[in-house]
């Protein structure tokens, strides 16, 4: 168990599921995250298994949170896919299809007796880093979270921006290229920023310069276990293997395209980078290389004011920035807060 100050109540439970795990926080009024786990998602159990699930781990969260049930106020659930915020659906959840359509949000609520606040999972990171993470001294944020695929969240005074149909801050999906031969996203559509700057698409593109022939230390693991991950290329290029330290700066150029659009559109007052494709952050030399191209390139391509004055920098909160961002919109949501 982790020292953590006395509990500023009352206290939220902040859920952000994934396909493969979905962790689980109690936090307080402040933000402090009191107690936290993650419990298998088992999705082919079904929606109804995991509530069940959810809800058993939480309570038992609960002694080493220091709080009893009657001190949570409410839940801050965070999900994949898309959504109907406004009725608390879930719609078409991608590598998890027995929980399609299945009203989350009303049968949450009846099983813990608790009001849920509902937001995509993308959002709900991003909120945890406005609300007491990188972005904590800020009004406005927009955080990319970089993985197997690209997230994205966009806060804006307090507001998380999900739009009219619930797909809003579809950082992924951002077109950065439009010619015959713009890349394929996993979504199925061409030119999206996922498909240049997610751990998938990096390995891919690794895979071609390899087999077109260019040298690099790369061959070697695939030579000794068939596949690479962005890992992989993220150690080569520490090592100095020019081929992989090439794709990490290719990564960051076209990200910086990304985030160049969305610093037109937004205007936010710092862009955060999370997720687990950071090449090791600021504390890595090649995530200091990786950092200082976007810039370079956001500099190249925006206005001056905006390159200026918008904050470009890592996350802080890591993996933690989902059930904690989850649990600060239910807060805000459903809350009394103490500041």
């Known amino acids: 168990m982790s020292s953590v100050d006395s509990p500023v109540l009352p206290a939220y439970l902040g859920v952000d599921v994934g396909g493969t795990s979905i962790k689980i926080g109690i936090v307080d009024d402040s933000g402090q995250s009191l107690a936290h786990g993650k419990i298998a998602t ?29 001190d949570i106020r409410a839940v801050g659930l965070g999900t994949p896919g898309t959504m109907n915020v406004k009725e608390g659906e879930l719609l078409h959840m991608p590598n998890m299809s027995g929980w399609n359509f299945f009203p989350i949000r009303s049968y949450l609520e009846e099983q813990a007796g608790k009001p849920v606040a509902f937001i995509n999972d993308g959002n709900a990171a991003a909120y945890g880093e406005y609300w007491v993470g990188r972005g904590r001294e800020y009004d406005s944020l927009v955080m990319f979270t970089l993985g197997t695929g690209v997230g994205g969240g ?22 950065i290229e439009s010619g015959p031969d713009a890349r394929i996203c996993p979504c199925g559509q061409p030119g999206h920023l996922e498909a240049y700057v997610s751990a998938t698409s990096l390995v891919k593109r690794a895979k071609e310069r390899l087999a077109a022939g260019e040298a690099s230390s790369l061959i070697s693991v695939l030579q000794r276990d068939g596949a690479m991950s962005a890992l992989d290329i993220a150690n080569h290029a520490e090592q100095g293997d020019v081929l992989a330290k090439t794709l990490v700066v290719e990564t960051a150029e076209f990200l910086g395209r990304g985030i160049t659009t969305m610093m037109h559109i937004i205007d936010p007052a710092i862009v955060v980078l999370g997720g687990g494709m950071d090449f090791g952050g600021s504390a890595s030399p090649i995530g200091q290389i990786f950092l200082e191209t976007i810039r370079r390139t956001v500099t190249e391509l925006t206005f001056p004011v905006l390159a200026e004055n918008t904050i470009i920098d890592f996350a802080t909160l890591g993996s933690s920035c989902g059930y904690i961002g989850a ?13």
């Open 154 to 175: 966009i806060i804006l005074q307090d507001i998380a921006l999900h739009g009219e149909n619930s797909h809003g801050s579809e950082c992924g999906h951002i077109i």
């Open 42 to 70: 088992e999705h082919e159990k079904g929606p109804e298994d995991g509530v069940a699930r959810i809800l058993s781990f939480a309570k038992a969260l609960l002694e080493e949170a220091g709080v009893i049930w009657q």
């Open 327 to 339: 649990a600060g919109v239910a807060r805000k949501q459903y809350g009394q807060t103490s500041s």
